[in-house]
Every structure is written in structure tokens, then in C-alpha cells.
């Protein structure tokens, strides 16, 4: 079973609308850590937002949040007011407390901000 | 200093060669990651060094790969005998112990693979 599921291949956003990209998980790991990153063009991953399985509140990172349900298993990153600069895939991933420290990471979801 | 750097960005070579890539981790991070990326796909854990020490490595990970951090700084990933199944983009990561494994990993921008 897939540990990272992003049901979502591309997502389309007029600028300046919120979006949000949809992240499910699968672990049986009480600790874990489940990740956001940013990949334009260039290729670089760029890390946005982080959530720890035993945090109570939602993470934020400026225009960046993470709608956490820990019982549903999800993880999804909400993005408010898009900006064209905004369009790249997006990957979810998680960290498992006995995992060695790598990442798992879903397939991404491409996303598009249009004008 | 500037991130993690990755060396060379691009990489096109002939079926059957051997080629090597490197990864100058963030200068205090003691953990640096391999992965590798398919077109379409996120990236897929490769190996995984804790200062010298590689501690991990993926099935992914045939015996015509090898990598090594000699000094636990810089690491190297080579992959023998390439073959056309090994095009792809190799990204490098790095994050230090104290963060535990909530620690963001810093990825580099990747070498870019094509075996032709």
C-alpha cells in the first residue's frame, strides 16, 4: 500500500483564489512527520510547511497551511491569496519516527496558477 | 553558506558508461540523503549517511551503484554500467541530528541524467 497518496495530478487556481492540495497517508507509527515541499521547474525541492503527528494546532508558514486530520490521515496544504509564482508541483511527504530518517513522498500534484 | 550544491547539473552519457555525481551537503548538517527522481514521480529514496557512516540503502540501490562519504562532508553516487533505466534526476539532501526526524531536509537543485 502506498504510504503517500496525492489523488490529485493538477489542480488549476485563478490568482489570488485559495487552494487546496489534498495529501493522505498510511503509517502505523505513532511519530511521524509529515512535510510540504515546492518543486518549480528548476528542480530544487523547496520545503514550505511541516506537521508533527503530536502537534494539536495546524501548521502555518506564511500563505501556507496544513489542514491536518489526524484520524482521517490527512494532511492537506491549503494555499491562500495564489500568486503566478505559486505554480509548480507540490509534493507531500512524511518522515516516520522509526524510519531512519528518510522521506516517502507522494506523486505530486501539478499545480497551475493562472491570471 | 549557500545550501546544498550538486555537481554537475546535467549529465548525458552513453549506455554502458560509468558516471559520478557529488553532493556538498549544508556545512553543519551530519545526515545527507540520496534520492531519485522519475519523470512524473516523486523522489524515491536512494541511501542515507549519518557523517560517514551509511546507515541505510534502498532495494532501489543495485550493485552497479555505490556511494560514499568519505570524511563525512561531501558525498559521491556512482552508478556503473549505466543503462538507459537509470535516467533520471538525482537529488541530494542534507539535515543534522539535533533536529531528530522532524528536521527539514535541504534538497540541492539534482543532477539530470540521460543515458542516451
Known amino acids: 500500500a502506498q504510504k503517500i497518496t496525492q489523488t490529485q495530478p493538477g489542480m488549476f487556481v485563478q490568482e489570488k483564489e485559495a487552494v487546496t492540495l489534498d495529501c493522505t497517508y498510511d503509517?502505523?507509527?505513532?511519530?511521524?512527520?509529515l512535510f510540504w515541499y515546492k518543486q518549480p521547474s528548476s528542480g530544487e525541492m523547496i520545503f514550505l510547511i511541516y506537521?508533527?503527528?503530536?502537534?494539536?494546532q495546524n501548521a502555518t508558514e506564511g500563505r501556507y497551511s496544513l489542514n491536518f486530520q489526524k484520524a482521517r490521515k490527512s494532511a492537506n496544504l491549503v494555499i491562500s491569496a495564489s500568486q503566478l509564482g505559486d505554480s509548480a508541483m507540490y509534493f507531500c511527504?512524511?518522515?516516520?519516527?522509526?524510519?531512519?530518517?528518510?522521506?516517502?513522498f507522494g506523486k505530486g500534484t501539478l499545480l497551475t496558477v493562472n491570471p | 553558506d549557500t545550501g546544498v550544491s550538486q555537481d554537475p547539473r546535467h549529465k548525458i552519457t552513453k549506455r554502458g558508461q560509468n558516471v559520478t555525481f557529488r553532493c556538498d551537503p549544508i556545512?553543519?548538517?551530519?545526515?545527507l540523503y540520496w534520492y531519485r527522481q522519475t519523470l512524473g514521480q516523486g523522489p524515491e529514496f536512494l541511501t542515507y549517511?549519518?557523517?560517514?557512516?551509511?546507515?541505510?540503502k534502498s532495494r532501489l540501490l543495485s550493485d552497479r551503484f555505490s556511494a560514499e562519504r568519505p570524511k563525512g562532508s561531501f558525498s559521491t553516487l556512482e552508478i556503473q554500467r549505466t543503462e538507459q533505466g537509470d535516467s533520471a534526476m538525482y537529488l541530494c539532501?542534507?539535515?543534522?541530528?539535533?533536529?531528530?526526524?522532524?528536521?527539514?531536509?535541504?534538497f540541492g537543485q539534482g543532477t539530470r541524467l540521460t543515458v542516451v
Open positions: 539532501a542534507s539535515d543534522f541530528t539535533g533536529g531528530g526526524w522532524m528536521a527539514e531536509a535541504f
Open positions: 503509517t502505523s507509527d505513532p511519530s511521524y512527520g
Open positions: 511527504a512524511m518522515r516516520e519516527g522509526g524510519s531512519n530518517y528518510k522521506l516517502t
Open positions: 549517511f549519518q557523517n560517514e557512516a551509511q546507515l541505510e
Open positions: 556545512s553543519e548538517h551530519n545526515r
Open positions: 506537521q508533527g503527528s503530536y502537534d494539536q
